[in-house]
């Protein structure tokens, strides 16, 4: 019997951001995606964007999709319903994949959060401008990984509602997901780009949290590593799959 993979994407995304390592897993695995609360085909719907409203649609899912157990890979605020629902549902989950993760500590990232929950700027749109390029800086004269991800970030989160993105960001500040982390014990794959440092500097204890984690930097990528170079996080993922656990 095929095991099962259920795919969390991550703000301003959509279950589409896994399209490429669905082709592929789905010969060998059942596979799931789907859109977040206020994403993708849930976009005009109301919605309750709170932690509990996000575990709860993905507990709907596995109940809609008979799904006994699965390993989740979640990509950036992914982790948050992925973490909590492994917690809260553990006997459901049997490994972990981060892509892009990120927790509560304090950081160079979480004063960014912390600076666009007190300033709202002139315009939602001002706002997320500012707010993209914040999240995704150069790290170089020229960073061609943060320049796409600022303009997809800036031109998918327009059509978001504006409070989910604000919202997001009380979730960052606010939930302890670092306490959830550290009850983790099935085994967890966790991997950045290279380029992404200002989500890496929130994770710098990532071994104290989770002491068994298997961490990867994929090179020449940014921040959401399994668009930038989908082969590579594929060889990367499809060996934790097969062996249980990564190789330092």
Not at 44 to 70: M, N, R, Y
Not at 95 to 121: A, Q, T, W
Not at 136 to 155: C, G, H, K, L
Request: hydrophobic share 35%; net charge positive.
């Amino acid at each position: 019997m095929k095991e099962t993979i259920v795919f969390i994407h991550g703000l301003t995304g959509s279950r589409k951001a896994f399209k490429k390592q669905i082709d592929y897993f789905s010969h060998f695995y059942n596979t799931h995606a789907y859109d977040l609360l206020g994403h993708g085909e849930n976009l005009d719907k109301t919605t309750d964007f709170t932690l509990h409203g996000l575990v709860s649609q993905l507990e709907q899912l596995f109940e809609q999709k008979e799904i006994t157990k699965a390993h989740l890979c979640s990509i950036s605020y992914g982790c948050y319903p992925a973490t909590i629902f492994a917690v809260k549902r553990k006997e459901k989950v049997q490994s972990l994949c981060y892509i892009g993760g990120h927790y509560n500590s304090d950081s160079p990232l979480s004063y960014v959060l912390r600076h666009f929950k007190e300033n709202s700027y002139s315009s939602y749109s001002d706002w997320l401008k500012r707010y993209s390029r914040d999240l995704f800086p150069n790290s170089s004269a020229v960073d061609p990984y943060a320049i796409i991800s600022t303009r997809i970030y800036y031109r998918y989160g327009l059509h978001l509602k504006e409070n989910i993105l604000k919202r997001a960001i009380d979730h960052r500040l606010d939930y302890d997901l670092k306490k959830d982390l550290k009850q983790i014990t099935v085994p967890v794959l966790w991997v950045m780009g290279d380029h992404d440092n200002l989500f890496k500097s929130s994770i710098i204890d990532l071994d104290e949290v989770i002491p068994h984690v298997f961490y990867k930097e994929i090179p020449h990528t940014g921040h959401a590593a399994n668009m930038f170079r989908p082969f590579a996080f594929r060889r990367l993922y499809a060996e934790f799959l097969r062996k249980g656990k990564g190789t330092r």
